[in-house]
């Protein structure tokens, strides 16, 4: 797991550097605040699998690539199936963290097209921050960064 804390190390310092809380971002004519699960799951053909699809797409990836299968696909679907608990510490943040900032490594290649890495790591991502209890539309925390109050859902949407 060391290599896990380096690249979330790395992660954490590049979502710093690219995007404050405030950033949004236009996909398919939607407003999406960037690093948000509404921004991980737009257009994303995995994002509205359930957890037991998801998790048999992630199968069928790592049987098809084998040896060569990225260590970030190795981690999230670890802690999508057998949770976030290792050693008795909560990695559910950094595999978060690492696998938005790895599949925009992916999603960024030479392909024209985003690649299954990229929208793989980025709805297992959601699923855990849905599971954290993240609102739709809340950025990635930080590391140490305590989840926001609730906030009292709205009754009516704005507009009507």
Not at 13 to 31: C, F, H, S
Not at 75 to 99: E, F, N, Y
Not at 137 to 155: A, N, Q, S
């Amino acid at each position: 797991m060391v290599w896990l804390n380096q690249i979330d190390e790395f992660a954490e310092g590049m979502m710093a550097a690219n995007a404050n809380d405030d950033d949004y971002i236009e996909i398919g004519g939607e407003r999406l605040r960037v690093y948000s699960r509404e921004h991980l799951e737009v257009q994303n053909p995995y994002a509205a699998f359930s957890d037991a699809r998801l998790l048999q797409e992630f199968e069928r990836y790592i049987e098809k690539v084998g040896d060569r299968t990225p260590l970030a696909i190795l981690s999230m679907r670890r802690v999508l199936r057998d949770g976030p608990m290792v050693d008795g510490k909560d990695i559910s943040g950094a595999v978060i963290r690492v696998g938005i900032h790895e599949g925009h490594m992916y999603g960024l290649g030479s392909s024209p097209q985003v690649s299954t890495e990229a929208y793989l790591l980025w709805a297992g991502a959601a699923r855990l921050m849905e599971r954290a209890g993240y609102a739709p539309d809340e950025p990635v925390r930080r590391k140490g960064e305590e989840p926001p109050k609730p906030t009292p859902p709205r009754t009516m949407r704005p507009g009507g």
